[in-house]
């Protein structure tokens, strides 16, 4: 079983930075065994991706909405996921989620319902 919590979300004006955490705690397995991800869900609209890392850490994926924008990483050691967002845009206005995807030690996951373990998730918004 996985607990996810995230933190870093709030109000930020357009073309300001936010950097959001996700502590992991992990029961049974080694969190390098998790492909993790960043998820996000405006109002009306369906969830989308945003950023994925390998377990291992050495692999990033990026959705194309912040492309450029973000850079997702992790530390094992901590259990944490970090995700940077730069440059960021009313657009980005969302509740942004932490996902958890188990055996994915080389790779993660676009897809929303690979991911088994899922976030109360923070809100970020930006203002114009």
């Known amino acids: 079983q996985v607990q996810l919590v995230e933190s870093g979300g709030g109000l930020v004006q357009a073309g300001g930075s936010l950097r959001l955490s996700c502590a992991a705690q992990?029961?049974?397995?080694?969190?390098?065994?998790?492909?993790m991800a960043w998820f996000r869900q405006a109002p009306g609209k369906e969830r989308e991706f945003v950023a994925g890392i390998s377990g291992r850490g050495d692999t990033t994926y990026y959705g194309n909405s912040v492309k450029g924008r973000s850079t997702i990483s992790r530390d094992n050691a901590k259990s944490t996921v970090v995700l940077q967002l730069n440059s960021l845009k009313p657009e980005d206005t969302a509740v942004y989620y932490c996902?958890?995807?188990?055996?994915?030690?080389?790779?993660?996951?676009?897809?929303?319902?690979?991911?088994?373990?899922w976030g109360q998730g923070t809100q970020v918004t930006v203002s114009s």
């Open positions: 992990i029961f049974r397995r080694t969190f390098s065994s998790y492909g």
């Open positions: 996902a958890a995807d188990s055996g994915r030690y080389l790779s993660a996951s676009y897809a929303e319902d690979e991911y088994d373990y």
